[in-house]
Nanobody
Framework: QVQLVESGGGLVQPGGSLRLSCAAS????????MDWYRQAPGKQREWVAQ???????NYADSVKGRFTISRDNAKNTVYLQMNSLKPEDTAVYYC???????????????WGQGTQVTVSS
């Protein structure tokens, strides 16, 4: 079994910063791409950012220049540094990862439970 656990969410004023973390644990042989998604109230879940196993990042246009995704492979952890936060960034943020548990290297898709980010004055 594999678990993803997010942390770091909270309430922040507009213009502020937060750093989210997502740690993977359990039966892990290899972690491929790791992503962050978010879901605002009444809206569909949307992709925010991805980092490949090689460390290459990609971002949604709505967060480009403000958010930075990174990973620590030794800790099986992905981070999302969020700066210049706006009220429209308010959402539950979810971690997603493709993880292989065995030597066959077949990846399976895993999700965390989500962490709430609220941007409000």
């Amino acid at each position: 079994q594999v678990q993803l656990v997010e942390s770091g969410g909270g309430l922040v004023q507009p213009g502020g910063s937060l750093r989210l973390s997502c740690a993977a644990s359990g039966s892990i042989f290899k972690i491929y791409a790791m992503d962050w998604y978010r879901q605002a109230p009444g809206k569909q879940r949307e992709w925010v950012a991805q980092i490949t196993s090689g460390g290459s990042p990609n971002y949604a246009d709505s967060v480009k220049g403000r958010f930075t995704i990174s990973r620590d492979n030794a800790k099986n952890t992905v981070y999302l540094q969020m700066n210049s936060l706006k009220p429209e960034d308010t959402a539950v943020y979810y971690c997603n990862a493709d993880i292989a548990s065995g030597i066959d290297l077949i990846p399976y898709d895993y999700w965390g439970q989500g962490t709430q980010v609220t941007v409000s004055s």
